[in-house]
Each structure stands twice: as C-alpha cells, then as structure tokens.
C-alpha cells in the first residue's frame, strides 16, 4: 500500500537532483489514487493531522478525475509516478 507514496516520494527526489533542488509545480492524483496515498500515509505512521495534507513534501497535491496520476516537473513535463 506504501507504493504510491513511495514513488511519489522517489520521483520528487530525482527531480530535485536534476532540477538544482527546484520543486516541481505539483501531483495530479485521482480521487482514488489521493486515498491510496492517504492509507500509506497512515500505515508508515504519519501524524494523524497531517492526513489529507494538500501538500506531499511541500508539493501541492492536486485532484481531478481523468488523471493517470502524474508529477508536474517545473518545467511543466509530466512525468508518472507509478
């Protein structure tokens, strides 16, 4: 269940090494994938309050329908994290 948050965490990380630490603009995550995202949360135990923080590592965690799920890098480039 920790995979989403985990790949997440793995793409931003690589966009900050090739970014020169820049953020990337946010995550696009479906309704689906957001709770998927909040129940790993909860699993590696996260803060209760920070559940459903719009932000994952100061990125804005943003939700639509038809998303395969993405990062935005601050290029504007979409890159999945899956």
């Not at 269940?1 to 820049?22: G, P, R, V």
């Not at 479906?30 to 909040?38: K, N």
């Not at 996260?46 to 601050?74: F, R, S």
Request: glycine share 6%; with cysteine; proline share 7%.
């Amino acid at each position: 269940m920790a995979t989403l948050y985990l790949s997440m965490t793995e793409k931003l990380s690589a966009h900050w090494k090739a970014n020169n630490n820049a953020y990337p603009q946010k995550f696009v995550l479906t309704p689906a994938q957001r709770h998927e995202y909040d129940e790993s949360c909860r699993m590696c135990g996260a803060d209760p309050k920070t559940i459903g923080d719009p932000q994952h590592m100061g990125v804005l965690i943003e939700i639509a329908e038809n998303t395969p799920g993405v990062m935005v890098a601050a290029d504007g480039t979409e890159v999945t994290p899956q």
